[in-house]
């Protein structure tokens, strides 16, 4: 059984329509992309996974429909959604940040070894835990996003745009730290990426959108060496 499942979803703004009947999975433990062109409906995808769109169809995730379901509920069931712009907040600490991640947890114990696992996967943020969000470069905010998301103990990271604005040696770095944590903890992945080179790499299978529909899907490899598919949608 998938772990994410959207059948038939159709999603908008008001009156504008985005999505229109896109229908896609993410397997338990694996890492799917989201690929197309701006406003393709990449980012409403993800937003409509955690309740901040109006969307008709069914979404299922772990085998149970987020129809009519708050966000809060949907990231206590595991959903944890780093947003494009990364949406840390830069008033607070490294470290308030981080303990917002794993406020809703009542594991104490495993909040702790968790703390411990994030300071191995992005040791800067150890360095830097007392100082405020704010003096952080784009990397290391974007790090500090996915340490907050991870915190929180998800199934499922929704990952939108990681490598926006940042330098090449560090996007590759913080795909090889994606890489890690799905592979070390089993977190499955759903990857909006406009950088579709390094987003086919990291995935097992990628979909891409045009015009709020399903283009085409399938293997990550497939796509990656298919040159039609490369030159009319993926832009290299």
Known sequence: MALLELEEVRAGYGPTSV?????LEVPEGG?????????????????????????????RFRGHSLRRMATEEIVRRGIAHVPEGRGICTELTVD???????HLRRDGPEVKKDYDRVFEYFPVLKQRRRLSASTLSGGEQQMLALARAFLMRPKLMLLDEPSL?????????????????????????????????IA???SMTAYVLEVGRVAVHG?????RGDDSVRRSYLGY
């Open 96 to 102: 308030e940040n981080l303990r917002l991640g794993s």
């Open 219 to 223: 293997a990550a490899a497939e796509l």
């Open 31 to 59: 890492v799917v992309s989201l690929l197309g062109a701006n406003g393709a409906g990449k980012t409403t995808t993800l937003r409509a996974i955690t309740g901040g769109v109006r969307w008709t169809g069914d979404i």
């Open 200 to 202: 086919l790499d990291l």
């Open 19 to 23: 999505l229109h009947g896109i229908a």
């Open 165 to 197: 604005g940042l330098a090449p040696i560090i996007v590759r770095s913080i795909f090889e730290i994606i890489r890690s944590i799905n592979e070390t903890s089993q977190v499955a992945v759903l990857l909006v990426e406009q950088n579709a080179r």
